[in-house]
């Protein structure tokens, strides 16, 4: 059973990725880390834009950054995110509290897509 304080923490966390830019966000970063510029043009959306939702992601505590010159780089926090999973098609895996989110590849385009469940299963 987890308390009032931890339920809130995970559901910010949820929030910060519960949003379809976000979640195209979270499969690029599982793929390596990625400065600002480079996410929105895989993205395809405007810089402005971008920065927006990874200071959500990072305000969360699902991000860091560092400088890079001028550019600032993107990655996930070491302490939740895990590289690699227990199958094949696992990308990386997303510990956001009791809940584990997990980034699997896609059979059909070779694009990693969400999978969520909750911690044991």
Known sequence: MIDYQEARRIAVMLAAVGETTRMLILHRLAESPRNVGELAELIGIPMVNMSHHLGVMRQAGLLEDQKD???VVYRFRPEIYTPGGDAPDVVGTLQLGCYRLSIVKSEDSGKAKGKAGKKGE
């Open 69 to 71: 010159g001028r550019k």
